[in-house]
């Protein structure tokens, strides 16, 4: 069934047009029964007009046709009913006397009183025999058959002319009432079409017909069905994360103490330990990719001073600095954003693990907050090695690295960072742009948040 | 100083123990909240590291009955929850501090030591960094072995820094640990003291991050004890 529209029309249609077709029939059977009988009664009729008209008998037959002659009954107006109507007279030696509108040599049927049916001239004729007992004669009245079925079938086919006319116009309604009958399923299949691929919420609609009311419940619990479990998909790889930093610990403490107890420094031991941070800091990093997914993350969006969250991460995270020997510098003043603070304490985080890893010791890295044209903009510089062009689409990308497997700085890492930097900007409506810095080699990451807020 | 653990994970009860045994605390564990209770009804000890995620009562509401009991000593909390609502949950319930999981045993040994010596019950209440030692109890400061005078406001600050070396301590925060509120403060006041300070100390001791604050660097050979 390609549409119901045109399915319910057809089907409709067709019902009509049956239910006609089976009353026409009846109407034709019952207009032929009719005429049977109202022609029967003519036939009578004639025979005894005749008996009473035509009181004396010549001695010659007489032949006598509508035309031409003086006697010329109007049967009726209409041409077809002329010559219709034959009549004879036979006197009481059964001989033929009288013939009207034929030439038959003969009687044309057997003189039995009453009606028969005959073949005669072609045709198939019904006849009337009228014995005159007064008057010692027969009176034969005849009619044929196919202008009794001509009249009856002009009756019925009159009666079914505005049905057939109808029909059409009825098609017409039908397709435009059952259209409007279906507008509420466009609607439910517009409004589903129209959703986001994110959005699960439930379809509302107002005035729901009875019959889409399961389907729209069905399809709502399908949706409420399925965010759940999108939900418990999202939750699980945070649960999990969340469930290993107990095992993780044990592991930190335990190998701190294992190498306390190792008299001599052991080398597996040491990488033992590098292995457990390195693990330690992809969950951390899984978690905050998790937690920071726009879909996921329960934003709590307030006025945040960017310089002064700058300056506390900075100093909650200096120590990585402190080992590579590298030199940080916060530019900037106090400049206010709208955003969420453990949001963007995350954002910063990862880009300054990032500066740091991917910058030589003694290296240099400047943090910069600035009101621009075009919104705030937080910028981190480094002056090491900088990512290739080609590769900077891509280092967005999670658990890509840029340079391979095989890093340049052979430096630990998950390849997550700039993916949840990437969710936090998309987070708070701000623009990522990876340059080369304004000198010398490097990276500058440039974060514009659109719409500052003004600083009174 | 007696440390009470409370942690319901055996394998990690275990394993700090046995570090903060080897760095010299005396400690105990129990691994839940009704044995917790016990031990701070009859032995209450010098400092409670708490686990928030224990079988028989949720940590911040052991926490409340701890307080409830008069227990004033610090209580550090140990937690996987790390989300900013969980910690201010935890600081309001009456922790001292916060530690998420998984985290460093030096980090934990340090915050330890910080809480002991707000405790001042050892008698060498001692930071020591390369050859600079601050005495914490006697207010006393020695470079090179030899006894240097300070100010008031020269040793709080110093002692600050000491305390979170390797740390920043940007100007706000250290504004805020030399006048108490409501003090009238020069906006250079900071500026004044270390330039004092610097005088006093070997070059390159107090360092300048610029834009953010100021920090002491934890010489690599050595530890902060």
Same mark, same amino acid.
């Given at each position: 069934?390609?549409?119901?529209?045109?399915?319910?029309?057809?089907?409709?249609?067709?019902?009509?047009?049956?239910?006609?077709?089976?009353?026409?029939?009846?109407?034709?059977?019952?207009?032929?029964?009719?005429?049977?009988?109202?022609?029967?009664?003519?036939?009578?009729?004639?025979?005894?007009?005749?008996?009473?008209?035509? &009181?004396?008998?010549?001695?010659? %037959?007489?032949? *006598?046709?509508n035309? =031409?002659?003086?006697?010329?009954? #109007? /049967?009726? $107006?209409?041409?077809e009913?002329?010559?219709?109507?034959?009549?004879?007279v036979?006197?009481?030696n059964?001989?033929?006397?009288?013939?009207f509108?034929?030439?038959?040599?003969?009687?044309?049927?057997?003189?039995?009183?009453?009606?028969?049916?005959?073949?005669?001239?072609?045709y198939?004729?019904?006849?009337?025999?009228?014995?005159?007992?007064?008057?010692?004669?027969?009176?034969?009245?005849a009619?044929?058959?196919?202008?009794?079925?001509?009249?009856?079938?002009?009756?019925?086919?009159?009666?079914?002319?505005?049905?057939v006319?109808?029909? &059409?116009?009825?098609?017409?309604? %039908?397709?435009? *009432?059952?259209?409007? =009958?279906?507008?509420?399923?466009? #609607? /439910?299949? $517009?409004?589903?079409?129209?959703k986001?691929?994110?959005?699960?919420?439930?379809?509302?609609?107002?005035?729901?017909?009875?019959?889409?009311?399961?389907?729209?419940?069905?399809?709502?619990?399908?949706?409420?069905?399925?965010?759940?479990?999108?939900e418990?998909?999202?939750?699980?790889?945070?649960?999990?994360?969340?469930?290993?930093?107990?095992?993780?610990?044990?592991?930190?403490?335990?190998?701190?103490?294992?190498?306390?107890?190792?008299?001599?420094?052991?080398?597996?031991?040491?990488?033992?330990?590098?292995?457990?941070?390195?693990?330690?800091?992809?969950?951390?990093?899984?978690l905050?990719?998790?937690?920071?997914?726009?879909?996921?993350?329960?934003?709590?969006?307030?006025?945040?001073?960017?310089?002064?969250?700058?300056?506390?991460?900075?100093?909650?995270?200096?120590?990585?600095?402190?080992?590579?020997?590298?030199?940080?510098?916060?530019?900037?003043?106090?400049?206010?954003?709208?955003?969420?603070?453990?949001?963007?304490?995350?954002?910063?985080?990862?880009?300054?693990?990032?500066?740091?890893?991917?910058t030589?010791?003694?290296?240099?890295?400047?943090?910069?907050?600035?009101?621009?044209?075009?919104?705030?903009?937080?910028?981190v510089?480094?002056?090491?090695?900088?990512?290739?062009?080609?590769?900077?689409?891509?280092?967005?990308?999670?658990?890509?690295?840029?340079?391979?497997?095989?890093?340049?700085?052979?430096?630990?890492?998950?390849?997550?960072?700039?993916?949840?930097?990437?969710?936090?900007?998309?987070?708070?409506?701000?623009?990522?742009?990876?340059?080369?810095?304004?000198?010398?080699?490097?990276?500058?990451?440039?974060?514009?948040?659109?719409?500052?807020?003004?600083?009174? | 100083?007696?440390?009470?653990?409370?942690?319901?994970?055996?394998?990690?009860?275990?394993?700090?123990?046995?570090?903060?045994?080897?760095?010299?605390?005396?400690?105990?564990?129990?691994?839940?909240?009704?044995?917790?209770?016990?031990?701070?009804?009859?032995?209450?000890?010098?400092?409670?590291?708490?686990?928030?995620?224990?079988?028989?009562?949720?940590?911040?509401?052991?926490?409340?009955?701890?307080r409830?009991?008069?227990?004033?000593?610090?209580?550090?909390?140990?937690?996987?929850?790390?989300?900013?609502?969980?910690?201010?949950?935890?600081?309001?319930?009456?922790?001292?501090?916060?530690?998420?999981?998984?985290?460093?045993?030096?980090?934990?040994?340090?915050?330890?030591?910080?809480?002991?010596?707000r405790?001042?019950?050892?008698?060498?209440?001692?930071?020591?960094?390369?050859?600079?030692t601050?005495?914490?109890?006697?207010?006393?400061l020695?470079?090179?072995?030899?006894?240097?005078?300070?100010a008031?406001?020269?040793?709080?600050?110093?002692?600050?820094?000491?305390?979170?070396?390797?740390?920043?301590?940007?100007?706000?925060?250290?504004?805020?640990?030399?006048?108490?509120?409501?003090?009238?403060?020069?906006?250079?006041?900071?500026?004044?003291?270390?330039?004092?300070?610097?005088?006093?100390?070997?070059?390159?001791?107090?360092?300048?991050?610029?834009?953010?604050?100021?920090?002491?660097?934890?010489?690599?050979?050595?530890?902060?004890?």
């Amino acid at each position: 069934m390609p549409s119901i529209r045109l399915f319910l029309t057809l089907t409709i249609i067709a019902i009509i047009t049956l239910v006609n077709f089976l009353s026409s029939l009846r109407g034709y059977r019952q207009s032929m029964l009719e005429a049977d009988i109202l022609f029967n009664e003519q036939l009578l009729e004639y025979a005894l007009l005749i008996s009473a008209t035509l &009181p004396v008998l010549p001695d010659t %037959v007489l032949n *006598l046709n509508n035309s =031409g002659t003086s006697f010329n009954p #109007r /049967l009726d $107006n209409t041409p077809e009913f002329q010559n219709t109507l034959v009549f004879q007279v036979l006197d009481e030696n059964r001989e033929l006397v009288f013939n009207f509108n034929t030439n038959a040599a003969a009687a044309l049927t057997s003189l039995d009183p009453g009606y028969n049916d005959i073949n005669f001239d072609g045709y198939r004729w019904h006849t009337y025999t009228y014995l005159d007992l007064a008057n010692q004669r027969w009176i034969i009245t005849a009619q044929r058959y196919d202008i009794r079925y001509t009249l009856a079938e002009r009756v019925v086919l009159e009666s079914l002319f505005p049905i057939v006319i109808g029909i &059409p116009i009825a098609g017409f309604i %039908v397709w435009l *009432l059952v259209g409007a =009958g279906l507008r509420p399923v466009s #609607r /439910l299949a $517009n409004e589903l079409k129209l959703k986001e691929a994110s959005d699960l919420s439930p379809v509302e609609l107002d005035a729901t017909p009875r019959e889409l009311k399961s389907l729209k419940d069905s399809t709502n619990e399908l949706l409420t069905r399925l965010k759940a479990s999108f939900e418990r998909e999202k939750r699980f790889a945070a649960d999990a994360a969340h469930e290993l930093r107990t095992p993780i610990s044990i592991l930190k403490v335990q190998i701190h103490n294992l190498l306390e107890e190792l008299q001599d420094k052991s080398v597996s031991a040491q990488q033992l330990k590098t292995g457990i941070d390195r693990m330690g800091h992809l969950v951390e990093q899984i978690l905050d990719l998790n937690k920071t997914s726009p879909d996921l993350y329960m934003a709590q969006f307030e006025q945040l001073n960017l310089h002064e969250l700058c300056k506390e991460v900075v100093s909650g995270s200096y120590e990585q600095f402190i080992k590579k020997n590298q030199q940080l510098e916060l530019l900037g003043d106090k400049t206010l954003i709208n955003g969420d603070r453990f949001a963007i304490a995350t954002l910063l985080k990862n880009l300054l693990s990032n500066a740091s890893k991917y910058t030589q010791e003694q290296g240099k890295i400047i943090v910069g907050v600035s009101k621009e044209v075009t919104g705030v903009q937080l910028k981190v510089i480094d002056n090491g090695p900088g990512i290739p062009i080609e590769d900077r689409e891509r280092v967005l990308e999670r658990f890509y690295r840029a340079g391979g497997v095989q890093h340049q700085n052979d430096q630990p890492g998950c390849g997550l960072g700039l993916a949840i930097v990437q969710h936090i900007v998309n987070l708070h409506h701000a623009t990522m742009d990876l340059d080369d810095p304004e000198s010398g080699t490097g990276l500058c990451v440039t974060i514009t948040f659109k719409n500052p807020i003004k600083d009174n | 100083m007696q440390v009470l653990l409370v942690e319901d994970d055996n394998l990690l009860a275990d394993a700090v123990v046995v570090a903060l045994k080897r760095h010299n605390f005396a400690i105990n564990r129990v691994s839940n909240g009704k044995d917790a209770m016990l031990v701070i009804d009859t032995t209450p000890p010098d400092i409670i590291i708490l686990d928030l995620g224990l079988p028989d009562i949720d940590g911040i509401d052991l926490l409340h009955k701890f307080r409830a009991r008069d227990f004033s000593n610090p209580v550090l909390i140990l937690t996987a929850r790390d989300s900013i609502e969980d910690k201010v949950k935890g600081l309001d319930a009456g922790a001292d501090d916060y530690l998420p999981k998984p985290f460093d045993i030096d980090e934990l040994l340090a915050r330890l030591r910080a809480m002991e010596r707000r405790l001042s019950k050892t008698p060498s209440a001692t930071i020591s960094l390369g050859n600079v030692t601050l005495n914490t109890s006697a207010h006393q400061l020695a470079v090179e072995g030899s006894e240097v005078e300070l100010a008031r406001r020269e040793y709080m600050l110093l002692k600050a820094l000491m305390e979170s070396g390797n740390k920043i301590q940007t100007r706000e925060s250290l504004e805020n640990k030399l006048y108490s509120w409501g003090e009238e403060i020069s906006s250079n006041a900071v500026e004044v003291h270390i330039h004092h300070l610097r005088k006093k100390l070997p070059a390159g001791f107090i360092q300048t991050v610029r834009g953010v604050g100021y920090i002491i660097k934890v010489p690599k050979s050595a530890t902060s004890q």
